[in-house]
């Protein structure tokens, strides 16, 4: 397959190359694309180095498969052009998502939507649904899902390098303090003011991931996207979703405390067994998004009953939102393009 990759030295496009070659993607001949910033630069890629082209100019023909991640707005412009030029894209951005003519795809949840793509394109969820979406599949398929109660503890890389830098920067300007003597009242570990967030987010968790919507619902952006997206994906038009979507000082590793409702009612046991073995997840005592991080399933633990719903349990999830929740998705549904081929 000739491969593209839009948005090839971003923090996603970086791992999107990376795992095309941990995963011995059978690639012809690949192209980089990036912004007029990067274009004329160098890439590595199997030892060559690979010009980066502008993708604004850049002549798409002969491409079979392009796997993009360069921002909604640059998607909404290139995705028709290069499937006009012949290719199928693969996008991460959320320009497609809720697109009925686009399937939003999980490898290993609805990979059957990829027999039909009216459009040519194919949506990546959001990182944060992507993690949760193959816990709650098995479960779904057992006991039939009613509702959802989600709290997330989103890592700063999410918001991209801007995000961690700024996470990198405050926690460097409080290491001059000596903890041991802080009155801690909070101002001495602050550091530089926030940019990206908005407030400090070293040593701190912040309630609002993304943006509040102007819609008059009080939501943000992630949490809007958590519950249509799941909807979506596990074909639950019907399903009931609140979800709390928070910043943490963690730089890599998406996780989320959840509280689900079933038709009927599933034990622990037997959601232990389910969980152990569907595709794409790892039981495990204790998940962390440390424990996550440069890996790919989706690590769940803590599973216990819950009284506040009706046949409810609550389990916790972390996994890499750099990997699965983008870029790893992402290859795995070119995996299945080409087999379809």
Not at 263 to 291: F, H, N, Q, Y
Not at 294 to 312: F, K, M, T, W
Request: aromatic share 6%.
């Amino acid at each position: 397959m000739n491969i593209a990759v839009v948005g090839a030295g971003g923090q996603v496009g970086t791992v999107m190359r990376s795992i095309l070659r941990e995963r011995n993607f059978p690639v012809g001949d690949i192209r980089f694309f990036g912004s007029s910033r990067s274009a004329g630069t160098f890439l590595d890629w199997a030892g060559e180095s690979i010009i980066v082209e502008d993708a604004e100019r850049a002549n798409f023909s002969g491409i079979d498969i392009a796997l993009m991640s360069s921002g909604a707005t640059s998607s909404r412009e290139l995705a028709p052009r290069i499937v006009a030029a012949g290719a199928t894209v693969v996008d991460n951005s959320s320009a497609w998502r809720m697109d009925k003519d686009v399937p939003l795809v999980v490898a290993e949840v609805n990979a059957h939507t990829l027999r039909s793509l009216p459009k040519g394109i194919v949506a990546n969820p959001n990182c944060t649904t992507m993690a949760a979406m193959p816990v709650l599949k098995p479960l779904h398929l057992a006991a039939g899902l009613r509702s959802l109660t989600v709290s997330t503890y989103q890592a700063v890389s999410g918001s991209g390098r801007e995000g961690v830098e700024e996470l990198a920067t405050q926690l460097e300007s409080s290491m001059q303090y000596n903890v041991r003597v802080l009155t801690f009242d909070g101002s001495a570990l602050q550091g530089p003011a926030p940019v990206k967030f908005p407030a400090p987010i070293a040593h701190n968790v912040i309630p609002v991931a993304g943006h509040v919507v102007d819609d008059g619902s009080f939501e943000t952006n992630e949490e809007q996207k958590f519950r249509d997206e799941s909807k979506k994906i596990l074909e639950i038009p019907h399903l009931r979703v609140s979800t709390t979507c928070v910043r943490v000082p963690v730089f890599t590793g998406h996780s989320m405390a959840i509280t689900a409702s079933f038709e009927r009612e599933v034990s622990v046991d037997e959601a232990t067994k389910l969980l152990g073995d569907a595709t794409g997840v790892v039981v495990t005592d204790i998940p962390t998004p440390l424990l996550a991080a440069g890996h790919d399933p989706s690590y769940v633990g803590r599973i216990r009953l819950a009284e506040s719903v009706q046949n409810g349990l609550s389990f916790f999830v972390s996994n890499d939102n750099l990997r699965k929740g983008a870029a790893l998705n992402a290859v795995q549904i070119a995996e299945v393009l080409s087999e379809l081929a």
